[in-house]
Structure formats: structure tokens, C-alpha cells
């Protein structure tokens, strides 16, 4: 079976100040990688070359085979959709019609019987059927967060890039965002799959099928949750100790964050 994403030896500088170097990963069908690290480890920076946003100074992206760097601007559209950290709150229309943008790759000239149901069913999924005719700009900061992640949906591409999904959202919205994406990628109709920069590990180790672990402009490991996620990468990488139960009887692991090591908290 053909990768959904493949990245060779990717690296990428801000004028002299590398930012990472030799990452390279496979993402299969059906999967979800988390990408995790400390801040300005490189996550978003990440993301952004996935997408052409920025460009990577060495190495090769590929999404079904298909090399991104020559890929028309349009097919690319329909290949990747991307939710930055931040999303504007000035679009003057209805949650319905911030979702029906999603669907500008497939539109020529009129929207489609076809567009409107693929809308009204992502705007079912994400649970915003209350909102759906709501003005977008007068949404609290998770609700809309909601829908530009449900406008990414919409796009019905192969490869969904979410960079902090959940920050503006309370524990419930989490929850429902992060149990949605799993059960779109989940679904074998889709073909699709799903990179996701986050900060905290558990969500991460209760979604993800793999974890890549980027640590001072490297990929520290990557793997499924129980083989990166140890109380030494922890330790190295986020500097605290932890306590890690392990997943059992269909619960994920767990980690527990026990404390700063050698109390530097406390300034030594």
C-alpha cells in the first residue's frame, strides 16, 4: 500500500538559524502522527513545508506518490488541507458558508447538489448544526476554531494538516474535535490521513497512531506511543519526570507528570 505522505531528509533554516534537519517519516492511510516537542522545536515550521507554505532547504515531500514541489497549486488544494494555530475572525458570513469554502477546489461554476450534502454532513459531524447559520465573526474563539476545522474537512483531502486543533477549545470541545478527526480518518471510505501538531502528550498518546518527537532541530524518534514516549525521551526532551501507565484493556497510555528534576523550579 502506497504512503499518504513520505518526507526524505527535510531541513529548513531561517537565514543562518536551522530550524530542523534529516527528518524524513511515512504517514499510511488511515493514520494520525502527532508531532510533539518543546516550543520552537519546529512543529508548525514542519507543517507549513508539508504544505508549500514554506519551502524546505533540502530534501523531498510526496503525497500519493506524487511530488509536492511540482504539484499544480489546485490538486495540491485537493490533496492537503491545512488549519493554522490562529483563524481570522472577520469573515462576515453564516458558519455555513465559511464551511462551503472548503469546497472551492471542487467548484467551477455553481455549487453542487454533491457540496451541499459533503457540507451539511462535516457541519453534523463536528456537532454544529446550532451554529450552522450563525455570522462565523460572532463565534467564541473555540466555536470558531470548530469550523475552520470543519471548513478543512470540506476539502475532503488525503492529508488534513492540524497545527494546535484544540488550543482555543475547553475540555468538551477537545474531546468532540479530537474523537471526530479519528473517526474520519478511521473511516476506510475516506483514504485519508492526519498529522497533528500538539502539546499535550496524553491526547496525543489517546489518538495518535504514531508520535513523531522533534528535540533541538532533530527527530528525536518516531513510532507508536509506547515506544516513544518514555520516561527518558520525556526527560530529555520536555525536561520533567513522568510516570507512565501503560495502555490495557482498551485504554491508552498514560503519562503522569510527576515534577522538574533536581527542583530547578526553585532556581537551583
Known amino acids: 500500500m502506497n504512503s499518504i505522505l513520505e518526507a526524505k531528509n527535510l531541513s529548513f533554516s531561517w537565514g543562518n538559524k536551522q530550524v530542523f534537519s534529516g ?113 462565523f465573526d460572532q463565534l467564541s474563539g473555540g466555536e470558531r476554531q470548530r469550523v475552520i476545522i470543519a471548513k478543512a474537512v470540506a476539502q475532503n483531502p488525503s492529508l488534513f494538516l492540524f497545527d494546535e486543533p484544540t488550543s482555543d477549545l475547553d475540555l468538551k470541545n477537545q474531546i468532540i474535535v479530537m474523537k471526530s478527526i479519528r473517526k474520519l480518518v478511521d473511516n476506510k471510505d475516506n483514504n485519508c490521513s492526519a498529522l497533528i501538531a500538539i502539546h499535550d502528550l496524553n491526547t496525543a498518546a489517546r489518538f495518535a497512531d504514531s508520535i513523531l518527537m522533534l528535540h533541538e532541530g532533530e527527530m528525536k524518534a518516531f513510532g507508536s506511543p509506547e515506544i516513544v514516549f518514555t520516561e527518558e525521551n520525556i526527560s530529555e526532551v520536555f525536561g520533567v519526570t513522568s510516570d507512565l501507565i501503560s495502555s490495557n484493556d482498551g485504554a491508552p497510555m498514560r503519562i503522569h507528570v510527576l515534577d522538574i528534576p533536581n527542583d530547578e523550579s526553585a532556581g537551583n
Open 23 to 135: 527528518v524524513g517519516f511515512d504517514i499510511q492511510p488511515n493514520q494520525i502522527v502527532a508531532i510533539v516537542g518543546v516550543n520552537g522545536a519546529g512543529k508548525s515550521t514542519l507543517l507549513k513545508c508539508l504544505n508549500r507554505i514554506l519551502v524546505p532547504s533540502t530534501g523531498s515531500i510526496s503525497i500519493n506518490s506524487e511530488e509536492v514541489s511540482t504539484m499544480p497549486i489546485l490538486e495540491l488544494a485537493k490533496q492537503v488541507s491545512y488549519v493554522p494555530q490562529s483563524v481570522s475572525t472577520s469573515f462576515p458570513l453564516d458558519v455555513y458558508d465559511v464551511v462551503m469554502l472548503g469546497r472551492r477546489p471542487y467548484i467551477s461554476w455553481r455549487i453542487s447538489d454533491e457540496d451541499r450534502e459533503f457540507v451539511s454532513n462535516t457541519i453534523s459531524l463536528f456537532d454544529l448544526e446550532d451554529f450552522a447559520f450563525r455570522r
